[in-house]
């Protein structure tokens, strides 16, 4: 089964990133029915261009002027956006190029096709791509990656999943020297989802060196399993904390990884919702102009005022606090109230696990998830 996604085409050539089984090839397939279709997964394919890049360019010569051409898992041979390049200047051909890691097209491609290639990602399905089958417990529990939505058996699809990661995309691609200790420390990165990363910590449980550590937090990005959220520095403060925080684009791979089954216990479901409503903002953020920076803020070091997301857009901000519990209670608000003294502050949310919506005595918004979905769906969050 295949839902609608955000994503829209565009109508210069573009990257289009995201995890296996996201949905990139068949939105591709939707879209540019009569392109030129390469998928470098084909290993006889992929095995020729390997040896003889011309073989790339001689195919490219089926296309006709100004036409479509979808270029599946380009971060494979990372040398093909030569030809690229040079049959979009010379062809004026459009180039759909997909990807499961950024790691090897920075230096070259993405660098070569500047002002070339737009860059689009793809993420987890959303409540608005599922539809009436969108349930939040479940989602929170096995995750929305399309490959594992529509499995019969989630959890055995994602303990496969994570294995393939491990074996395709770390190993194949020569990643990591030692794959062992990898793997050790994936386990220990996903506990710090939604936190700032203790690099030392983390480090002296893997038995690997600090800067090991930081070359794998690197990798885990790069392949876009994981996204780090950078610390608000307004200046005001010259103390406040200025590490990232930490998230997994997907809650089931957070379980999946941290070897978690069965019902989702009350101090998990915080971190999890909390990652959930992060992706709910960069997904819906791809196709509409929902903030141009996002951060979080925690004046250090009074931890109980931190915001978890701050929104920036033509220098005004919106706050974001989330939690998970079914009930309101003003103990949740301090974090928006502190918040205020920043200049340019024009909207307070409490996204809470309820389903009342009121606005409080201070003009703090208090948000059902529902709402929340639907005002970024009709794209109303800055009113």
């Known amino acids: 089964m295949t839902y609608p996604r955000l994503a829209r085409p565009s109508r210069q050539s573009f990257f289009l990133l995201g995890v296996r089984g996201v949905g990139k090839s068949t939105w591709a397939r ?43 898992e380009i971060q494979r041979l990372p040398n093909l956006l030569n030809e690229v390049h040079r049959h979009i ?19 070259s491609g993405v660098n070569l096709l500047a002002g070339r290639a737009l860059h689009k990602t793809m993420h987890p399905l959303t409540p608005n791509e599922l539809g009436d089958d969108f349930n ?19 959890r055995q699809v994602l303990e ?14 020569g990643l990591v020297r030692n794959l062992p200790g990898f793997a050790r420390f994936l386990p220990i990165a996903a506990l710090y989802h939604g936190q700032v990363v203790n690099v030392s910590g983390i480090a002296r449980e893997c038995g690997v060196a600090r800067t ?10 790069d392949t876009l ?14 103390r406040e904390r200025r590490h990232p925080k930490l998230y997994w684009i997907d809650p089931g791979l957070v379980r ?26 960069r997904a819906h953020a ?58 340019r502050i024009v909207r307070r949310l409490l996204v809470y696990g309820g389903k009342r919506s009121f606005r409080t005595q201070d003009g703090i918004d208090v948000l059902s998830i529902d709402l929340l979905q639907q005002e970024l769906v009709e794209n109303t969050l800055w009113h």
């Open 30 to 72: 939707e879209q540019f029915p009569d392109a030129l279709h390469i998928d470098l997964l084909d290993e006889a394919r992929y095995q020729d261009y390997l040896v003889d890049p011309s073989l790339f360019a001689a195919d490219l010569q089926l296309s006709p002027p100004g036409s479509w051409v979808v270029v599946d």
């Open 89 to 107: 200047e010379d062809r004026r051909l459009k180039f759909a190029l997909l990807g499961s890691s950024a790691r090897k097209l920075k230096a």
């Open 136 to 154: 939040l417990d479940v989602a929170l529990d096995t995750g929305t990656i399309p490959l594992v939505w529509v499995a019969d058996e989630q």
């Open 160 to 173: 496969s999943y994570v294995r393939l990661y491990l074996r395709e995309e770390v190993r194949a691609e």
């Open 212 to 221: 090991t550590v930081q070359g794998y937090l690197d990798i885990l990005e």
């Open 225 to 238: 399993l994981t996204f780090r959220l950078s610390a608000f520095q307004s200046r005001l403060r010259l």
């Open 256 to 281: 999946a990884v941290k070897k978690l089954y069965g019902p989702i216990a009350p101090e998990e479901r915080g971190t999890l919702l909390e990652g959930w409503i992060l992706h709910l903002l």
């Open 286 to 343: 791809e196709e509409s102009e929902l903030f141009d920076d996002l951060y979080y803020w925690a004046p250090h070091p009074a931890t109980r005022t931190e915001v978890d997301f701050l929104l920036r857009r033509n220098g005004d901000f919106i706050a974001i606090e989330v939690k998970s519990q079914p009930r309101y209670h003003t103990s949740m608000l301090p974090g928006l109230r502190a918040v205020a003294e920043l200049p």
